[in-house]
């Protein structure tokens, strides 16, 4: 009760704030009675959609549609709030300074001044573009990114040897057949030798899947298959189930799905990928996490394997690569990972800069990381989860081309 009150109070706070802007920057009533009011039905929105969330079902396309309006409305308050703060620390500042002096005839604060609101909501007036640019064309802004990456030890058929990997499909978030579509026809563009899906296929229940099943399906089998590991949302760890018996269902239903859309899964083993008389291994293991589900063991799926075969391996969690991984003896040359999603927000110029919040939580996010030879890509994810949107880091399909050799300086 007490997180409701604390809520509600500093939405109460940021909406005075926002409103003060408002009031200065027009004094046409109607207008600020049509913002009090839109502002008001909002918040009573919100309030409402957050007392429906069930734990039973979890995330779901109201719970997406009011954290894409929590987001879209009070970051730039919060923007207006700063500034306006800022404002009126000057103002009692010069108030103070006014009665030192005895200056009695003018009042203790000064007015608002017209240009700080006017720039409080042009600064607002960013944020709250580029959070409607993601939530209606952001999600779905795919790009292929594509690395070159040599290797000394790389068996000389596998010269040239190009992999593309998807991850975080999440297909309980979608809402746009056409625009799926067109990504799965991104992907078969490509014409790799192998496609690796890094896991999280749903939200959290394996119906959400179902309606997407034509479509990816359609995703070509190259030469060398269609391989696929779980994530996190894969287990149905975040919602409260009815038994154990059904959460245990869903998780097989969830295996299941791979199979439906012709990806052979991966449980904590491994295949060898021949060319010529020549193998290099795949490894796939279950999710590991740091601070998530350890259901992945990378000792079992690399039994039989030796130190010097070429391998390449598929870990949901990037924080796998950085515990377990990079310093490992069996050597794993290339690791494929997703998870972070870049946190779906950030800026990037490629080649030049590079930011997300989510890099003060994973030292590995986004795109591709070198320990000692051994490289790890963090793929920024094909869907998204909890903030209907992207802006700045897009939805990714990556394509990784194998060279034998060293790296050009």
């Given amino acids: 009760m007490l997180r409701w009150i604390l809520f509600i109070v500093f939405m109460l706070l940021v909406e005075i704030y926002a409103f003060q802007a408002i009031r200065t920057i027009t004094k046409i009533k109607w207008v600020q009675y049509t913002y009090l009011i839109v502002s008001l039905l909002i918040i009573i929105y919100i309030i409402y959609a957050f007392t429906q969330f069930d734990r039973s079902v979890g995330q779901n396309k109201m719970t997406l549609f009011t954290f894409g309006l929590l987001l879209i409305t009070y970051i730039p308050k919060l923007i207006i709030l700063l500034v306006m703060f800022g404002e009126d620390i000057t103002r009692v500042i010069t108030g103070c300074i006014r009665a030192f002096l005895g200056n009695s005839d003018q009042s203790f604060l000064p007015e608002r001044r017209k240009f700080v609101s006017q720039a409080a909501l042009g600064l607002a007036a960013i944020p709250f573009l580029s959070l409607l640019y993601g939530m209606t064309k952001g999600k779905y802004n795919f790009k292929v990114r594509k690395e070159t990456l040599y290797f000394s030890d790389l068996p000389e058929n596998f010269d040239g040897f190009t992999i593309t990997q998807i991850s975080d499909i999440h297909s309980g978030s979608f809402d746009d057949p056409e625009e799926i579509a067109h990504a799965v026809g991104l992907i078969n563009e490509q014409h790799s030798d192998i496609v690796l899906f890094t896991g999280d296929i749903v939200n959290t229940h394996a119906e959400e899947m179902y309606k997407w099943i034509d479509t990816f399906k359609k995703i070509e089998t190259p030469a060398f298959g269609k391989y696929s590991v779980l994530g996190n949302h894969d287990y149905g760890e975040y919602v409260n189930w009815p038994s154990q018996a059904e959460k245990n269902k869903n998780f097989e239903d969830i295996k299941g799905l791979h199979k439906q859309i012709d990806f052979k899964l991966l449980l904590n083993e491994h295949i060898k990928l021949e060319k010529g008389g020549q193998e290099i291994a795949l490894v796939g293991v279950e999710n590991w996490g740091h601070n998530f589900k350890k259901a992945?063991?990378?000792?079992?799926?690399?039994?039989?394997?030796?130190?010097?075969?070429?391998?390449?391996?598929?870990?949901?969690?990037?924080?796998?690569?950085?515990?377990?991984?990079?310093?490992?003896a069996t050597n794993y040359h290339l690791t494929l990972s997703g998870h972070t999603h870049g946190l779906q927000f950030g800026?990037?110029?490629?080649?030049?800069?590079?930011?997300?919040?989510?890099?003060?939580?994973?030292?590995?996010?986004?795109?591709?990381?070198?320990?000692?030879?051994?490289?790890?890509?963090?793929?920024?994810?094909?869907?998204?989860?909890?903030?209907?949107?992207?802006?700045?880091?897009?939805?990714?399909?990556?394509?990784?081309?194998?060279?034998?050799g060293q790296k050009a300086a």
């Fill in 296 to 328: 992945g063991d990378l000792g079992k799926a690399s039994e039989g394997l030796k130190t010097e075969d070429f391998k390449i391996l598929m870990s949901h969690d990037p924080s796998h690569w950085e515990y377990e991984v990079k310093n490992n």
């Fill in 347 to 404: 800026i990037e110029i490629p080649g030049f800069f590079k930011w997300s919040p989510v890099q003060y939580v994973y030292k590995q996010w986004a795109g591709l990381y070198e320990n000692l030879g051994r490289y790890i890509y963090v793929n920024r994810g094909f869907g998204f989860h909890a903030y209907p949107g992207r802006v700045g880091i897009w939805p990714e399909i990556t394509v990784i081309e194998l060279k034998k």
